[in-house]
Protein backbone atom coordinates (compact mmCIF):
# COMPACT_ATOMS: atom_id res chain seq x y z
CA UNK A 1 0.00 0.00 0.00
CA UNK A 2 2.82 2.68 0.92
CA UNK A 3 4.90 1.33 -2.49
CA UNK A 4 1.69 2.26 -4.40
CA UNK A 5 0.92 5.28 -2.73
CA UNK A 6 4.88 6.39 -2.96
CA UNK A 7 4.93 5.44 -6.89
CA UNK A 8 1.79 7.49 -6.87
CA UNK A 9 3.36 10.62 -5.43
CA UNK A 10 6.62 9.67 -7.61
CA UNK A 11 4.18 10.09 -10.88
CA UNK A 12 2.41 13.20 -9.97
CA UNK A 13 5.48 14.91 -9.24
CA UNK A 14 6.81 16.66 -12.59
CA UNK A 15 10.08 15.36 -12.25
CA UNK A 16 10.95 11.94 -10.27
CA UNK A 17 11.63 12.47 -6.87
CA UNK A 18 13.89 9.95 -5.18
CA UNK A 19 12.49 7.86 -2.59
CA UNK A 20 13.84 10.16 0.22
CA UNK A 21 11.82 13.28 -1.10
CA UNK A 22 8.42 10.62 -1.77
CA UNK A 23 8.59 9.62 1.97
CA UNK A 24 9.28 13.02 3.20
CA UNK A 25 6.48 14.12 1.17
CA UNK A 26 4.13 11.32 3.00
CA UNK A 27 5.28 12.10 6.31
CA UNK A 28 4.27 15.50 5.67
CA UNK A 29 0.98 14.67 4.61
CA UNK A 30 0.84 12.27 7.72
CA UNK A 31 1.39 14.96 10.21
CA UNK A 32 -1.11 17.34 8.43
CA UNK A 33 -3.68 14.86 8.69
CA UNK A 34 -2.90 15.22 11.97
CA UNK A 35 -3.09 18.63 12.76
CA UNK A 36 -6.20 18.85 10.71
CA UNK A 37 -7.85 16.26 13.03
CA UNK A 38 -6.46 17.87 16.15
CA UNK A 39 -7.92 21.49 14.72
CA UNK A 40 -11.85 20.17 14.36
CA UNK A 41 -11.33 18.40 17.52
CA UNK A 42 -10.29 21.85 19.33
CA UNK A 43 -12.95 23.63 17.46
CA UNK A 44 -15.97 21.72 18.95
CA UNK A 45 -14.24 23.51 22.28
CA UNK A 46 -14.42 26.90 20.57
CA UNK A 47 -17.55 26.06 19.72
CA UNK A 48 -18.83 25.81 23.35
CA UNK A 49 -16.15 28.77 24.77
CA UNK A 50 -18.11 30.84 22.04
CA UNK A 51 -21.78 30.06 22.72
CA UNK A 52 -20.40 31.22 26.30
CA UNK A 53 -18.42 33.86 25.63
CA UNK A 54 -20.76 35.44 22.97
CA UNK A 55 -23.69 35.19 25.12
CA UNK A 56 -21.96 36.90 27.88
CA UNK A 57 -20.91 39.92 25.90
CA UNK A 58 -24.12 39.73 24.71
CA UNK A 59 -25.88 40.27 28.22
CA UNK A 60 -23.69 42.53 29.53
CA UNK A 61 -25.59 45.59 28.79
CA UNK A 62 -28.89 43.88 30.73
CA UNK A 63 -26.93 42.49 33.68
CA UNK A 64 -25.30 45.87 34.28
CA UNK A 65 -28.33 47.70 34.10
CA UNK A 66 -30.38 45.69 35.83
CA UNK A 67 -27.45 44.40 38.50
CA UNK A 68 -29.01 41.44 40.80
CA UNK A 69 -32.95 42.69 40.51
CA UNK A 70 -32.96 41.07 36.82
CA UNK A 71 -32.74 37.61 38.25
CA UNK A 72 -35.52 38.38 40.83
CA UNK A 73 -37.87 41.03 38.83
CA UNK A 74 -40.98 39.22 37.20
CA UNK A 75 -41.37 42.71 34.77
CA UNK A 76 -41.36 42.50 31.27
CA UNK A 77 -42.35 45.83 29.86
CA UNK A 78 -40.70 46.39 26.51
CA UNK A 79 -42.48 49.98 26.52
CA UNK A 80 -40.81 51.14 29.03
CA UNK A 81 -37.61 49.08 28.70
CA UNK A 82 -37.78 47.35 31.96
CA UNK A 83 -36.60 43.79 31.99
CA UNK A 84 -36.69 40.59 34.56
CA UNK A 85 -35.87 36.86 34.22
CA UNK A 86 -38.00 35.83 36.94
CA UNK A 87 -41.34 34.82 35.52
CA UNK A 88 -39.59 33.38 32.12
CA UNK A 89 -36.88 31.38 35.24
CA UNK A 90 -40.11 30.14 36.97
CA UNK A 91 -42.03 28.92 34.44
CA UNK A 92 -39.28 26.99 32.93
CA UNK A 93 -38.33 25.25 36.22
CA UNK A 94 -42.21 24.74 37.17
CA UNK A 95 -42.86 23.22 33.37
CA UNK A 96 -39.55 20.72 34.01
CA UNK A 97 -40.95 20.33 37.21
CA UNK A 98 -44.05 18.43 35.86
CA UNK A 99 -42.75 16.70 32.96
CA UNK A 100 -40.29 15.15 35.19
CA UNK A 101 -42.62 14.13 37.64
CA UNK A 102 -44.63 12.22 35.18
CA UNK A 103 -42.07 11.51 32.62
CA UNK A 104 -39.52 10.30 35.10
CA UNK A 105 -41.71 7.18 36.51
CA UNK A 106 -42.97 5.89 33.47
CA UNK A 107 -39.79 6.01 31.36
CA UNK A 108 -38.35 3.97 33.98
CA UNK A 109 -41.61 1.70 34.25
CA UNK A 110 -41.13 1.30 29.85
CA UNK A 111 -37.23 0.52 30.59
CA UNK A 112 -37.92 -1.76 33.54
CA UNK A 113 -40.72 -3.88 30.95
CA UNK A 114 -38.42 -3.40 28.21
CA UNK A 115 -34.98 -5.45 30.19
CA UNK A 116 -37.38 -7.71 32.40
CA UNK A 117 -40.98 -8.27 31.03
CA UNK A 118 -40.88 -7.80 27.57
CA UNK A 119 -41.29 -10.65 25.16
CA UNK A 120 -37.85 -10.99 23.37
CA UNK A 121 -39.22 -10.96 20.26
CA UNK A 122 -41.26 -7.66 21.11
CA UNK A 123 -38.42 -5.68 22.96
CA UNK A 124 -36.75 -4.87 19.45
CA UNK A 125 -40.04 -3.29 17.92
CA UNK A 126 -41.07 -1.86 20.64
CA UNK A 127 -37.62 -0.20 21.96
CA UNK A 128 -37.57 1.34 18.22
CA UNK A 129 -40.75 2.78 18.35
CA UNK A 130 -40.06 4.47 21.77
CA UNK A 131 -37.11 6.01 20.16
CA UNK A 132 -38.68 6.80 17.11
CA UNK A 133 -40.73 9.43 19.79
CA UNK A 134 -37.73 10.80 20.60
CA UNK A 135 -36.81 11.64 16.92
CA UNK A 136 -40.40 13.01 16.59
CA UNK A 137 -39.03 17.45 15.87
CA UNK A 138 -40.42 19.42 18.87
CA UNK A 139 -42.39 21.38 16.38
CA UNK A 140 -44.46 18.49 15.64
CA UNK A 141 -45.36 17.93 19.16
CA UNK A 142 -46.25 21.76 19.02
CA UNK A 143 -48.79 21.26 16.33
CA UNK A 144 -50.29 18.44 17.77
CA UNK A 145 -50.58 20.07 21.26
CA UNK A 146 -52.33 23.05 20.07
CA UNK A 147 -54.58 20.82 17.90
CA UNK A 148 -55.32 17.67 19.76
CA UNK A 149 -53.95 18.06 22.96
CA UNK A 150 -54.98 21.82 24.31
CA UNK A 151 -58.68 21.07 23.49
CA UNK A 152 -58.74 17.79 25.70
CA UNK A 153 -57.25 19.50 28.59
CA UNK A 154 -59.63 22.63 28.30
CA UNK A 155 -62.39 20.33 27.63
CA UNK A 156 -61.76 17.54 29.89
CA UNK A 157 -58.81 17.17 32.42
CA UNK A 158 -58.74 20.99 33.78
CA UNK A 159 -62.22 21.22 34.39
CA UNK A 160 -61.95 17.79 36.17
CA UNK A 161 -58.92 18.71 38.17
CA UNK A 162 -60.12 22.10 38.99
CA UNK A 163 -63.32 20.62 40.31
CA UNK A 164 -61.67 18.09 42.45
CA UNK A 165 -58.46 19.98 43.14
CA UNK A 166 -60.03 23.68 43.16
CA UNK A 167 -61.65 23.49 46.69
CA UNK A 168 -59.64 22.23 48.20
CA UNK A 169 -57.67 24.80 51.21
CA UNK A 170 -53.38 24.58 50.23
CA UNK A 171 -53.16 22.45 46.92
CA UNK A 172 -56.88 24.37 45.63
CA UNK A 173 -54.52 27.55 44.73
CA UNK A 174 -52.09 25.18 41.91
CA UNK A 175 -55.63 24.71 40.21
CA UNK A 176 -57.58 28.18 40.32
CA UNK A 177 -58.28 30.28 37.59
CA UNK A 178 -60.36 29.44 34.45
CA UNK A 179 -59.71 26.23 32.34
CA UNK A 180 -57.81 27.32 29.32
CA UNK A 181 -56.31 24.78 27.84
CA UNK A 182 -53.50 26.67 27.21
CA UNK A 183 -50.98 26.98 30.53
CA UNK A 184 -48.13 25.36 32.46
CA UNK A 185 -49.78 22.05 33.31
CA UNK A 186 -50.41 21.41 29.48
CA UNK A 187 -46.44 22.88 28.74
CA UNK A 188 -45.03 20.13 31.57
CA UNK A 189 -47.18 17.04 30.18
CA UNK A 190 -45.88 17.51 26.50
CA UNK A 191 -42.54 17.77 27.56
CA UNK A 192 -43.24 14.70 29.72
CA UNK A 193 -44.09 13.05 26.41
CA UNK A 194 -41.13 14.25 24.66
CA UNK A 195 -38.42 13.17 27.84
CA UNK A 196 -40.20 9.90 28.31
CA UNK A 197 -37.84 8.43 25.68
CA UNK A 198 -34.69 9.53 26.64
CA UNK A 199 -35.33 8.00 30.40
CA UNK A 200 -35.45 5.11 28.76
CA UNK A 201 -33.51 4.87 26.05
CA UNK A 202 -30.62 5.62 28.98
CA UNK A 203 -32.34 3.24 32.27
CA UNK A 204 -32.65 0.60 29.60
CA UNK A 205 -28.85 1.01 28.34
CA UNK A 206 -27.68 1.16 32.12
CA UNK A 207 -30.37 -1.48 33.21
CA UNK A 208 -27.96 -3.85 30.81
CA UNK A 209 -24.88 -3.41 32.67
CA UNK A 210 -25.94 -5.37 35.45
CA UNK A 211 -24.17 -8.79 36.04
CA UNK A 212 -26.99 -11.41 35.31
CA UNK A 213 -25.18 -13.66 37.93
CA UNK A 214 -26.40 -10.84 40.80
CA UNK A 215 -29.90 -11.28 38.91
CA UNK A 216 -29.89 -14.97 38.79
CA UNK A 217 -28.67 -15.46 42.53
CA UNK A 218 -31.94 -13.32 43.75
CA UNK A 219 -34.06 -15.10 41.48
CA UNK A 220 -32.29 -18.18 42.56
CA UNK A 221 -33.43 -17.50 46.47
CA UNK A 222 -37.16 -16.78 45.22
CA UNK A 223 -37.25 -13.10 44.91
CA UNK A 224 -40.25 -11.72 42.83
CA UNK A 225 -39.36 -10.01 39.34
CA UNK A 226 -39.91 -6.99 41.22
CA UNK A 227 -38.02 -7.53 43.99
CA UNK A 228 -35.01 -8.24 41.72
CA UNK A 229 -35.84 -4.70 39.80
CA UNK A 230 -35.86 -3.10 43.54
CA UNK A 231 -33.23 -4.73 45.30
CA UNK A 232 -30.50 -5.58 42.61
CA UNK A 233 -31.13 -3.94 39.40
CA UNK A 234 -32.23 -0.31 40.70
CA UNK A 235 -29.42 0.12 43.71
CA UNK A 236 -27.05 -1.43 41.30
CA UNK A 237 -27.71 1.23 38.10
CA UNK A 238 -28.50 4.08 40.17
CA UNK A 239 -25.94 6.43 39.37
CA UNK A 240 -26.55 5.62 36.04
CA UNK A 241 -30.61 6.11 36.13
CA UNK A 242 -29.83 9.80 37.63
CA UNK A 243 -27.71 10.68 34.97
CA UNK A 244 -30.15 9.64 32.44
CA UNK A 245 -32.52 11.59 34.18
CA UNK A 246 -30.21 14.66 34.57
CA UNK A 247 -29.84 14.11 30.56
CA UNK A 248 -33.63 14.25 30.02
CA UNK A 249 -34.03 17.44 32.70
CA UNK A 250 -31.48 19.44 30.33
CA UNK A 251 -33.73 18.44 27.30
CA UNK A 252 -37.07 19.66 29.38
CA UNK A 253 -35.11 23.46 29.93
CA UNK A 254 -34.10 23.85 26.77
CA UNK A 255 -36.87 22.58 24.84
CA UNK A 256 -38.33 25.43 22.68
CA UNK A 257 -41.10 25.17 19.82
CA UNK A 258 -43.44 22.79 21.81
CA UNK A 259 -43.77 25.00 24.86
CA UNK A 260 -43.61 27.91 22.91
CA UNK A 261 -47.56 26.51 21.25
CA UNK A 262 -48.86 25.74 24.38
CA UNK A 263 -47.58 27.57 27.08
CA UNK A 264 -49.57 30.74 26.85
CA UNK A 265 -46.57 32.94 26.53
CA UNK A 266 -47.93 35.41 29.25
CA UNK A 267 -44.67 36.79 31.58
CA UNK A 268 -46.20 36.76 35.07
CA UNK A 269 -45.74 34.37 37.73
CA UNK A 270 -48.91 32.85 39.26
CA UNK A 271 -49.64 30.15 41.75
CA UNK A 272 -51.89 28.01 39.45
CA UNK A 273 -50.06 25.81 36.79
CA UNK A 274 -53.57 25.75 34.56
CA UNK A 275 -52.52 29.62 34.77
CA UNK A 276 -50.25 30.97 31.20
CA UNK A 277 -47.23 31.25 31.22
CA UNK A 278 -43.43 31.36 29.76
CA UNK A 279 -40.49 29.33 29.97
CA UNK A 280 -36.96 31.59 28.99
CA UNK A 281 -36.56 29.27 25.58
CA UNK A 282 -40.51 30.15 24.57
CA UNK A 283 -39.38 33.37 25.46
CA UNK A 284 -36.57 33.82 23.11
CA UNK A 285 -38.54 32.31 20.34
CA UNK A 286 -41.28 34.56 20.64
CA UNK A 287 -39.62 38.02 20.91
CA UNK A 288 -35.99 37.38 19.92
CA UNK A 289 -36.66 38.12 15.96
CA UNK A 290 -38.87 41.72 16.70
CA UNK A 291 -36.54 42.88 19.33
CA UNK A 292 -35.25 46.45 19.38
CA UNK A 293 -31.34 46.21 19.66
CA UNK A 294 -30.34 47.35 23.22
CA UNK A 295 -31.87 46.98 26.41
CA UNK A 296 -34.46 44.53 24.76
CA UNK A 297 -32.16 42.52 23.19
CA UNK A 298 -29.76 42.59 25.67
CA UNK A 299 -31.72 41.19 28.50
CA UNK A 300 -33.04 38.28 26.08
CA UNK A 301 -29.67 37.38 25.41
CA UNK A 302 -29.37 37.56 29.12
CA UNK A 303 -32.16 35.14 29.21
CA UNK A 304 -29.94 32.65 26.70
CA UNK A 305 -27.04 32.99 29.36
CA UNK A 306 -29.13 31.97 32.16
CA UNK A 307 -30.67 29.14 30.67
CA UNK A 308 -27.12 27.94 28.91
CA UNK A 309 -25.71 28.11 32.80
CA UNK A 310 -28.40 26.05 33.71
CA UNK A 311 -28.46 23.31 31.15
CA UNK A 312 -24.65 23.39 31.27
CA UNK A 313 -24.37 22.47 34.66
CA UNK A 314 -27.23 19.90 34.47
CA UNK A 315 -25.88 18.42 31.29
CA UNK A 316 -22.53 18.01 33.21
CA UNK A 317 -23.73 16.57 35.90
CA UNK A 318 -25.46 13.94 34.35
CA UNK A 319 -22.18 12.75 32.32
CA UNK A 320 -20.20 12.99 35.33
CA UNK A 321 -22.92 10.39 36.93
CA UNK A 322 -22.96 8.12 33.72
CA UNK A 323 -19.50 8.00 33.50
CA UNK A 324 -18.74 6.88 37.26
CA UNK A 325 -21.32 3.87 36.47
CA UNK A 326 -19.22 2.91 33.20
CA UNK A 327 -16.49 2.85 35.19
CA UNK A 328 -18.29 0.89 37.28
CA UNK A 329 -19.22 -1.71 34.81
CA UNK A 330 -15.79 -1.31 33.45
CA UNK A 331 -14.45 -3.36 36.34
CA UNK B 1 -46.30 -17.62 55.88
CA UNK B 2 -49.00 -17.84 53.15
CA UNK B 3 -49.79 -14.28 54.07
CA UNK B 4 -45.90 -13.21 53.08
CA UNK B 5 -46.44 -14.80 49.98
CA UNK B 6 -49.44 -13.67 48.84
CA UNK B 7 -48.52 -9.72 50.02
CA UNK B 8 -45.27 -10.30 47.84
CA UNK B 9 -47.11 -11.66 44.77
CA UNK B 10 -49.55 -8.94 44.87
CA UNK B 11 -47.03 -6.01 44.80
CA UNK B 12 -45.54 -8.45 42.11
CA UNK B 13 -48.59 -8.39 40.21
CA UNK B 14 -49.54 -4.85 40.95
CA UNK B 15 -45.98 -3.24 39.80
CA UNK B 16 -46.30 -5.47 36.40
CA UNK B 17 -49.30 -3.82 35.39
CA UNK B 18 -47.97 -0.67 35.89
CA UNK B 19 -45.34 -1.34 34.10
CA UNK B 20 -47.30 -2.58 31.61
CA UNK B 21 -49.52 0.15 31.58
CA UNK B 22 -46.55 2.76 31.71
CA UNK B 23 -45.43 1.05 27.89
CA UNK B 24 -49.20 1.19 26.85
CA UNK B 25 -48.55 4.76 27.57
CA UNK B 26 -45.71 5.63 25.81
CA UNK B 27 -46.93 3.68 22.99
CA UNK B 28 -49.96 5.49 22.69
CA UNK B 29 -48.54 8.95 22.05
CA UNK B 30 -46.48 7.69 19.24
CA UNK B 31 -49.79 6.19 17.78
CA UNK B 32 -51.87 8.86 18.51
CA UNK B 33 -49.41 12.11 16.57
CA UNK B 34 -48.64 10.16 13.73
CA UNK B 35 -52.50 9.34 13.39
CA UNK B 36 -53.00 12.93 13.92
CA UNK B 37 -50.22 13.59 11.31
CA UNK B 38 -51.28 11.19 9.01
CA UNK B 39 -55.08 12.61 9.18
CA UNK B 40 -54.34 16.05 8.97
CA UNK B 41 -51.83 15.89 6.38
CA UNK B 42 -52.52 13.20 3.82
CA UNK B 43 -55.65 15.16 2.64
CA UNK B 44 -53.67 18.42 2.06
CA UNK B 45 -50.78 16.50 -0.51
CA UNK B 46 -51.42 17.58 -3.83
CA UNK B 47 -49.24 18.85 -6.49
CA UNK B 48 -49.68 22.22 -5.68
CA UNK B 49 -47.56 22.12 -2.32
CA UNK B 50 -44.58 20.61 -4.44
CA UNK B 51 -45.21 23.38 -7.29
CA UNK B 52 -46.58 26.43 -5.50
CA UNK B 53 -45.36 29.28 -3.37
CA UNK B 54 -46.25 29.76 0.39
CA UNK B 55 -49.14 32.33 -0.41
CA UNK B 56 -51.17 34.86 1.61
CA UNK B 57 -54.89 33.80 2.88
CA UNK B 58 -57.15 33.50 0.31
CA UNK B 59 -54.81 32.78 -2.66
CA UNK B 60 -54.11 28.46 -3.27
CA UNK B 61 -50.80 28.19 -2.10
CA UNK B 62 -48.14 25.49 -1.75
CA UNK B 63 -44.66 24.80 0.15
CA UNK B 64 -42.40 25.05 -2.49
CA UNK B 65 -39.93 27.69 -1.43
CA UNK B 66 -39.88 26.47 2.02
CA UNK B 67 -39.03 22.47 0.53
CA UNK B 68 -36.21 24.32 -1.16
CA UNK B 69 -35.16 26.40 1.64
CA UNK B 70 -34.56 23.66 3.90
CA UNK B 71 -32.83 21.46 1.16
CA UNK B 72 -30.50 23.61 0.56
CA UNK B 73 -30.15 25.02 4.64
CA UNK B 74 -29.76 21.78 5.36
CA UNK B 75 -27.24 20.67 2.41
CA UNK B 76 -24.49 23.47 3.18
CA UNK B 77 -25.34 22.79 6.84
CA UNK B 78 -24.18 19.46 6.28
CA UNK B 79 -21.32 20.03 4.10
CA UNK B 80 -20.26 22.28 7.21
CA UNK B 81 -20.61 19.71 9.64
CA UNK B 82 -20.20 16.39 8.28
CA UNK B 83 -16.09 16.75 7.22
CA UNK B 84 -15.23 18.69 10.74
CA UNK B 85 -17.51 16.08 12.85
CA UNK B 86 -15.28 13.29 11.04
CA UNK B 87 -11.85 15.28 11.27
CA UNK B 88 -13.02 15.55 15.26
CA UNK B 89 -13.91 12.31 15.79
CA UNK B 90 -11.17 10.71 14.49
CA UNK B 91 -8.82 12.37 16.52
CA UNK B 92 -10.79 11.34 19.74
CA UNK B 93 -10.63 7.83 18.49
CA UNK B 94 -7.89 7.28 16.70
CA UNK B 95 -5.13 9.97 18.23
CA UNK B 96 -6.51 11.42 21.22
CA UNK B 97 -7.67 8.49 23.35
CA UNK B 98 -6.50 9.51 27.21
CA UNK B 99 -4.71 13.16 26.45
CA UNK B 100 -6.47 15.55 28.06
CA UNK B 101 -7.29 17.71 25.66
CA UNK B 102 -9.33 14.33 24.11
CA UNK B 103 -11.04 13.83 27.81
CA UNK B 104 -12.13 17.35 27.85
CA UNK B 105 -13.23 17.85 24.07
CA UNK B 106 -15.46 13.96 24.75
CA UNK B 107 -17.49 15.77 27.55
CA UNK B 108 -17.64 19.03 26.05
CA UNK B 109 -18.88 17.46 23.07
CA UNK B 110 -21.60 15.54 24.97
CA UNK B 111 -22.43 18.69 26.47
CA UNK B 112 -22.71 20.17 22.93
CA UNK B 113 -25.14 16.75 22.23
CA UNK B 114 -27.77 18.34 24.24
CA UNK B 115 -27.57 22.19 24.62
CA UNK B 116 -30.63 23.69 23.66
CA UNK B 117 -31.05 24.36 20.37
CA UNK B 118 -32.13 28.02 20.98
CA UNK B 119 -28.82 28.91 22.67
CA UNK B 120 -26.96 27.62 19.54
CA UNK B 121 -29.57 29.93 17.67
CA UNK B 122 -28.67 33.17 19.94
CA UNK B 123 -25.10 32.68 19.54
CA UNK B 124 -25.27 31.92 15.16
CA UNK B 125 -27.00 35.42 15.36
CA UNK B 126 -24.36 37.28 17.22
CA UNK B 127 -21.53 35.39 15.32
CA UNK B 128 -23.47 35.69 11.71
CA UNK B 129 -26.54 38.08 11.55
CA UNK B 130 -25.50 41.06 13.90
CA UNK B 131 -22.17 41.29 11.77
CA UNK B 132 -23.24 41.04 8.48
CA UNK B 133 -26.87 43.76 9.79
CA UNK B 134 -29.42 40.87 7.59
CA UNK B 135 -31.04 37.51 8.11
CA UNK B 136 -29.83 34.79 5.91
CA UNK B 137 -29.91 30.86 4.96
CA UNK B 138 -26.20 31.04 5.49
CA UNK B 139 -26.81 31.58 9.40
CA UNK B 140 -29.13 28.88 9.46
CA UNK B 141 -26.78 26.80 7.70
CA UNK B 142 -24.14 27.30 10.44
CA UNK B 143 -26.89 27.18 13.82
CA UNK B 144 -27.97 23.91 11.71
CA UNK B 145 -24.00 22.38 11.37
CA UNK B 146 -23.02 23.42 15.32
CA UNK B 147 -26.29 21.13 16.17
CA UNK B 148 -24.55 18.36 13.97
CA UNK B 149 -21.30 18.64 14.82
CA UNK B 150 -21.58 16.77 18.27
CA UNK B 151 -23.65 14.03 16.73
CA UNK B 152 -21.34 13.35 13.72
CA UNK B 153 -18.04 13.36 16.46
CA UNK B 154 -19.90 11.03 18.80
CA UNK B 155 -20.91 8.12 16.24
CA UNK B 156 -17.19 8.60 14.38
CA UNK B 157 -15.61 8.31 17.81
CA UNK B 158 -17.82 4.81 18.48
CA UNK B 159 -17.23 3.61 15.22
CA UNK B 160 -13.21 3.94 15.09
CA UNK B 161 -13.59 2.64 18.16
CA UNK B 162 -15.04 -0.85 16.91
CA UNK B 163 -12.13 -1.22 14.14
CA UNK B 164 -10.27 -3.99 16.06
CA UNK B 165 -6.20 -2.76 16.46
CA UNK B 166 -5.10 -6.14 15.06
CA UNK B 167 -6.41 -4.28 11.64
CA UNK B 168 -4.88 -0.84 12.23
CA UNK B 169 -1.57 -3.23 13.08
CA UNK B 170 -1.67 -5.29 10.41
CA UNK B 171 -1.64 -1.79 8.09
CA UNK B 172 0.97 -0.24 10.27
CA UNK B 173 3.28 -3.11 10.00
CA UNK B 174 3.32 -2.75 6.28
CA UNK B 175 5.23 0.72 6.55
CA UNK B 176 1.58 2.65 6.03
CA UNK B 177 2.00 6.01 7.46
CA UNK B 178 -0.58 6.39 10.14
CA UNK B 179 -2.86 8.94 8.38
CA UNK B 180 -3.40 6.36 5.55
CA UNK B 181 -4.04 3.52 8.07
CA UNK B 182 -6.91 5.39 8.86
CA UNK B 183 -8.12 6.60 5.85
CA UNK B 184 -7.47 3.86 3.73
CA UNK B 185 -8.62 0.72 6.51
CA UNK B 186 -9.92 2.27 9.53
CA UNK B 187 -12.17 4.60 7.63
CA UNK B 188 -13.27 1.52 4.77
CA UNK B 189 -14.08 -0.69 7.88
CA UNK B 190 -17.01 1.29 9.36
CA UNK B 191 -17.73 3.09 5.96
CA UNK B 192 -21.55 2.38 6.92
CA UNK B 193 -21.36 3.83 10.63
CA UNK B 194 -19.84 7.27 9.29
CA UNK B 195 -23.25 7.20 7.07
CA UNK B 196 -25.07 5.90 9.69
CA UNK B 197 -23.82 8.60 11.85
CA UNK B 198 -24.58 11.36 9.08
CA UNK B 199 -28.14 10.49 8.46
CA UNK B 200 -28.82 10.75 12.28
CA UNK B 201 -27.26 14.20 12.01
CA UNK B 202 -29.13 15.18 9.11
CA UNK B 203 -32.69 13.68 10.55
CA UNK B 204 -31.61 16.11 13.39
CA UNK B 205 -30.98 19.37 11.19
CA UNK B 206 -34.48 18.49 9.20
CA UNK B 207 -36.67 19.31 12.35
CA UNK B 208 -34.87 21.87 13.67
CA UNK B 209 -36.76 25.22 14.14
CA UNK B 210 -35.84 27.22 17.21
CA UNK B 211 -32.03 27.79 16.34
CA UNK B 212 -33.51 29.10 12.47
CA UNK B 213 -36.34 31.72 14.01
CA UNK B 214 -33.32 34.51 14.28
CA UNK B 215 -30.84 33.28 11.54
CA UNK B 216 -32.22 32.00 8.45
CA UNK B 217 -35.82 34.06 9.44
CA UNK B 218 -38.54 32.99 6.65
CA UNK B 219 -39.02 34.33 3.26
CA UNK B 220 -42.32 34.07 1.77
CA UNK B 221 -40.84 34.58 -1.39
CA UNK B 222 -39.11 31.29 -3.30
CA UNK B 223 -35.18 31.82 -3.21
CA UNK B 224 -31.96 29.69 -4.07
CA UNK B 225 -29.78 32.17 -2.67
CA UNK B 226 -28.15 31.38 1.30
CA UNK B 227 -27.04 34.96 1.41
CA UNK B 228 -31.08 36.13 1.82
CA UNK B 229 -32.95 34.76 4.25
CA UNK B 230 -34.72 32.07 3.38
CA UNK B 231 -37.66 29.89 4.09
CA UNK B 232 -37.62 26.38 5.69
CA UNK B 233 -40.44 24.05 6.29
CA UNK B 234 -40.30 23.76 10.17
CA UNK B 235 -40.46 27.76 9.93
CA UNK B 236 -43.27 27.46 8.07
CA UNK B 237 -44.83 25.04 10.10
CA UNK B 238 -44.72 27.94 12.76
CA UNK B 239 -45.82 30.21 11.41
CA UNK B 240 -48.79 28.69 9.87
CA UNK B 241 -49.89 26.70 12.33
CA UNK B 242 -50.51 29.67 14.48
CA UNK B 243 -52.68 31.23 11.91
CA UNK B 244 -56.02 32.02 11.53
CA UNK B 245 -57.13 30.81 8.11
CA UNK B 246 -57.90 26.70 7.78
CA UNK B 247 -55.85 26.52 4.08
CA UNK B 248 -52.76 27.81 5.93
CA UNK B 249 -53.05 25.24 8.82
CA UNK B 250 -53.94 22.32 6.54
CA UNK B 251 -50.59 23.60 4.68
CA UNK B 252 -49.07 23.50 7.89
CA UNK B 253 -50.24 19.67 8.83
CA UNK B 254 -48.95 19.13 5.13
CA UNK B 255 -45.64 20.13 5.81
CA UNK B 256 -45.73 18.70 9.10
CA UNK B 257 -46.22 15.50 7.76
CA UNK B 258 -43.37 16.15 5.42
CA UNK B 259 -40.45 17.04 7.81
CA UNK B 260 -42.33 13.83 9.97
CA UNK B 261 -41.51 11.23 7.24
CA UNK B 262 -38.27 12.79 6.02
CA UNK B 263 -36.83 12.74 9.73
CA UNK B 264 -38.16 8.85 10.47
CA UNK B 265 -37.35 7.65 7.46
CA UNK B 266 -33.82 9.00 7.46
CA UNK B 267 -33.32 7.41 11.61
CA UNK B 268 -35.33 4.25 10.40
CA UNK B 269 -32.52 3.94 7.02
CA UNK B 270 -29.87 5.10 9.36
CA UNK B 271 -30.75 2.13 12.14
CA UNK B 272 -31.06 -0.60 9.33
CA UNK B 273 -27.89 0.38 8.19
CA UNK B 274 -26.29 0.23 11.80
CA UNK B 275 -27.84 -3.04 12.14
CA UNK B 276 -26.81 -4.76 8.85
CA UNK B 277 -23.40 -3.34 9.75
CA UNK B 278 -23.23 -4.89 13.42
CA UNK B 279 -24.48 -8.32 11.78
CA UNK B 280 -21.64 -8.18 9.15
CA UNK B 281 -19.07 -7.89 12.07
CA UNK B 282 -20.49 -11.04 13.68
CA UNK B 283 -20.57 -13.27 10.40
Same mark, same amino acid.
Given at each position: MTATAIEAMERSASRPASRSQALGRLKFADSGFRALTQISAALVLALLLGVALSLFLGSWPAFSHFGFGFFISDAWSPPKEHFGAAAAIYGTLVTSAIAMLIGVPVGLGIAVFLTELCHPALRRPIGVAIELLAGIPSIIYGIWGVYYFKPVMQGYVEPFLIGVFGPLPGIGALF #? #? /? /?? #??GVLTAGLVLAVMILPFVTAVSRDVFETVPTVLKEAAYGVGATTFEVVGGIVFPYTRVGVIGGIMLALGRALGETMAVTFVIGNATKISSSILAQGTTISAMIANQFADADPGLFTSSLLALGFILFIITFIVLALARWMLAALEVKAGR | MANLYSGRRRRNVMWTVLSYAATFFGLSWLVLILAALLGNGVGGLSLDVFTKMTAPPGVVGGLLNSIVGSLIVTAIGLVVAAPLGILAGTYLAE????ARLAVVIRFVNDILLSAPSIVIGLFVYQLCVVPFGHFSGLAGSIALAIIAVPIVVRTTEDMLNLVPNTLREAASALGMPRSLVIRQVAYRAVRTGLVTGILLAVARMTGETAPL???????SLFTADPRGPMSSLPLIIYEFARSPYPEQQKLAWTGALLVTLAVLGLSIVARVLSSTSSADKQN
Open positions: #G #G /P /PL #GY | YGHHIFTALGN
